[in-house]
């Protein structure tokens, strides 16, 4: 064989092993999202969670100003507010919110193919909040799905498959007062967040999100003021709220320990000028729900 020949072949050689060297390398979205499971406990403990309660206390703010909103029933009602949020893979969320000091109450989430949106005033009766054309059209269900793997990307890591979650590498960005590792993840219902690492400690950081604009329905006649009621959720805050053209953020901090994994014990969404922040006092896992916890409210 040739001198050149045996150049060629020696060449084409280290180039395949190169190839298979390269394509053998983990994909770096599967590494960090491995990495960050393996810092709140492990995959093997989180693919045991089917269920997930989250109780504490929410404050919402304009330009850091504690600031009330307005509901549905037209009472003005103080920025702070008790909130949990029970969810039961693959499709059951329901976040309730308690503004003790104005006697209101407001629920908002799904059951499958059914939408849960309720306000009960200080009449004590429970009311459907409507939705305009977002409901009759399915758009107010996709926006609850969405917020469901939102928190459950947040909070666990993990999504169940139906929701066709998937993830790319995104390099390092600005996640927040330092740089951070970041994954794209993309979905069902036209999903898309943006899941930021502490290359430090592996846990998540932050989250970031667009929600598209709601159509135009009987809610969004509200005052901006409304806006800090869901902040996070386009379909309940007027059009003209400052700050909806802007990505929402969910910053994700201040980790402890429940039931054998890590959570986060602050989130805290930003849209612009608006903010609402949750201190998060206890999660559980796996708790049993009443049979009726994700069902629409009844007054009787």
Known sequence: MGGGRRKILLAAGLLTGSCLALSAQPDRAARLLSQAREAVGGETALKTVTRLSVRGTSRSTLD???????????????????VQVDLELPDKLVIERDWPTAFTRQ???FNGKELLEQTRG????????????ARNDG????????????YLLALLLTVP?????????????????????????????????????DPQNHRPVLLTYSEPPPAASPVASRTAEAAGQLLFKRLEAPK?????????????????????????????????????????TRVTVNPRFEASRFSARSSK
């Open 122 to 133: 200080t009449d004590g009766i429970w009311v459907d909040t409507p939705l305009g054309e």
């Open 161 to 197: 498959e139906s929701y066709q979650v998937r993830f790319t590498d995104a390099g390092e960005k600005d996640g927040g007062p330092a740089r951070a590792d970041a994954v794209e993840a993309t979905g069902l219902h036209n999903f898309s967040a943006r899941l930021f690492f």
């Open 240 to 280: 003209d709220a400052p700050g909806l053209g802007d990505d929402i953020r969910m910053l994700v901090s201040d980790y402890e320990r429940d039931d054998g994994l890590l959570f986060p014990h602050k989130l805290k969404f930003e849209m612009g000028p608006l903010a609402e922040e949750w201190n998060i």
């Open 139 to 150: 758009r107010a269900l996709a926006a609850r799905a969405r917020e469901l793997v939102r």
């Open 107 to 109: 629920i908002g989430g």
């Open 64 to 82: 850091g100003v504690p600031r009330p909103f307005v509901a549905p029933s037209s009472i003005q009602t103080a920025s702070f507010a008790n």
